[in-house]
């Protein structure tokens, strides 16, 4: 889930930095957009990795995590130097939004979504989104980093078995 999640929020974040912020001159936009995929990225690259290392997937998957948090910022910046609104824990906004993410993590349905709202509800849905995915990426490292420490990855017991072999002579 906190792929896809992931690939909402990249293409969000695309088309909320083409339509809200300037083209030129502002590092934003790019920091943005590269924040976004990079998320993305590395939770792909983190996958491939976990064939033959937890180590790697869990370094990947920090570092997709790294690069959403920054992402969360600048949209809250985004919303504080411009005195909107940051949808408050509870409001309506807020659970109506949360329960969409919960429901719907297809990266079509948020680009429709986002057609027709304006950069503060946007920026406010990305948030929202933001600490979901955050969430749902903790709970999955929790759970590999308990897998890792148990059992090793595949690396991992490579590195084990020349050891091994030279106890066992």
């Not at 920091?31 to 033959?52: L, P």
């Not at 509800?121 to 990305?126: D, G, P, W």
């Amino acid at each position: 889930y906190f792929y896809q999640k992931s690939d909402a929020i990249y293409q969000l974040t695309v088309e909320f930095c083409r339509r809200f912020l300037p083209a030129y001159g502002d590092r934003t936009v790019d920091q943005m957009v590269q924040a976004a995929r990079s998320g993305k990225q590395n939770i792909v690259e983190g996958k491939e990795a976990a064939r033959t290392s937890y180590e790697t997937l869990l370094k990947l998957l920090n570092v997709a995590r790294a690069s959403l948090q920054e992402l969360l910022v600048d949209y809250e910046d985004y919303l504080r130097v411009r005195n909107f609104r940051q949808w408050e824990l509870g409001s309506n906004e807020f659970v109506k939004a949360q329960q969409l993410g919960k429901e719907h993590n297809e990266s079509a349905f948020w680009r429709e979504i986002i057609k027709t709202r304006n950069g503060e509800t946007i920026a406010n849905l990305a948030i929202i989104l933001l600490n979901q995915c955050d969430y749902l990426l903790y709970r999955y490292i929790l759970k590999i980093s308990e897998r890792f420490i148990a059992e090793g990855g595949f690396r991992e017991k490579l590195n084990q078995e020349p050891r091994t072999h030279r106890y066992k002579k």
